[in-house]
């Protein structure tokens, strides 16, 4: 199944000129043309995650920073949710993303991954499914974010929040010219953590590799760097950056040899990525 609506003329970018030329629908092409264990992978870790210590829960107020134009990761995210927001910095994503939450007939179709979700992984029927999607269409808010200002997202959506869910984003943010800052990731990354409540939890996918060394991928013609982290340096930022103590922290290594269809752009430059669940010190007052 393809989750990329095809479409001989999308709609136009209201934003041409973002700071990196990122075109939404090639991405959905090219990195969503297909259901594999590149997808499956992060799906279920958040549908373990969020059944094992949510049961019973609905009140949930969840973050996706750096959602990108794809509404899908949510899935598992809904049947315990009050709220969930998706923050995208780019324009041109939130367009794509808005098509999708307002059931636009030219938006994106992300069904292939709530049918994984809904069907295989919570074994409930067809018909689920689309209410998933439903669901997660009532619970959404979009808004803009910028991971360098201040107040990292736009007003009104400052949290706090139960979980908050990031993959790949901070990365990439945190490259300039090629050359790694990882002075500006720990920042960004206690930027995050800053907005979860006492007790609540962030949840990272993030390319895993020797500290201060780089990715490159492609979406089309465009070229785009992405930020390794090593296991122990994502420790360190966690913790002395962030404040979560050690035994809060599991990292869950994933080997490009595990999954089966990594996209062939990334297939020269991603060996390894690692889920990381921080859980943020519950109040002493």
Known sequence: ETFATKMSSPPPLNDPNCHFEFNPWTYLEEYYGSLTSWHRSPLKHLHEFFTSHFNGRTDL?????????????EASVAPFAQQIVLAEYAEQNRTVAK?????ATNGPDFTALYKYVVQELE???????AKRQDDVRALATLCRCDIFQ????????????????????????????????????????????AMLKPGGWLLMNVSMGEAGT??????????????????????????????FERESITVIPQTADKMDAIPILLQEHIDEMMYVIAQRKQSTA
């Open 150 to 193: 201040e107040t990292p997202i736009e007003k009104g959506h400052e949290g706090p929040y139960d979980v908050i869910y990031t993959a790949s984003t901070l990365e990439v943010a945190c490259v300039k010219e090629d050359s790694a800052h990882l002075e500006e990731y720990g920042t960004a990354v206690s930027k995050l953590s």
């Open 123 to 129: 074994g409930k029927g067809p018909e689920e499914v």
């Open 214 to 243: 780089v990715n490159v991928c492609h979406v089309g013609q465009t070229r785009f760097v992405e930020l390794n982290i090593s296991v122990e340096e994502m420790y360190a930022i966690l913790q002395q950056r962030c404040g």
């Open 99 to 103: 098509l999708w939450l307002d059931r």
């Open 61 to 73: 107020k969840f973050l996706n920073f750096g959602c990108g134009p794809v509404v899908a990761f």
